[in-house]
């Protein structure tokens, strides 16, 4: 396929390619550069088109998969940053004030400080889908309420509601452990 073919095809599909991303990643934080790597995609393995289906069927696929994989990247990648997360940002009590927990951390002890960081970040793992969700987004991603609701597409009183019991039950956990 020459590069003036390739052309044509960007031209006329590029908007079916914006909504398949978007159905494959509501709220992704990278649209273009989705739809990017679903271009390149395409121009490596256009030659693995075999016509089994309409192009633009294969091309929806296409586009609609790689934004999942991307959504998965990144979620996998969320999960990853909780055990960098500071310990006095996810134990914040709602009055705001910081509490104390019985978590052996001696600072000049970096052994210390990552085996408390690994306990909160297993004690977030643990908390229910919807509360792990809203806390990695706001505490690890350092997103705010409006971005938080738009990622995860629920309503930012969902947010502020997931956050309150999630910061909540981490802190159950905490002191029961």
Known sequence: MSEQDFAALYTQYRGLVLRAVRDGYRGAPD?????????ITVWAHIADFRGDCSFHSWLFKVARNT????????????RSRSATQSLDTLLIAPDGTAERFDIPVAPPDLVS?????????GLVNRLPRGYR??????FLSDCSIEETAKFLSISAGAVKSYQHRGL???REMLRSN
């Open 31 to 39: 649209e273009e550069s989705i739809c990017q790597q679903v271009w």
């Open 168 to 170: 909540a039950k981490l």
């Open 133 to 138: 969700a809203v806390i990695s987004c706001r």
């Open 67 to 78: 934004a999942r994989i991307e959504r998965r990247r990144d979620a996998a990648e969320m």
């Open 113 to 121: 400080v990552m085996d408390a960081k690994a306990k909160i970040a």
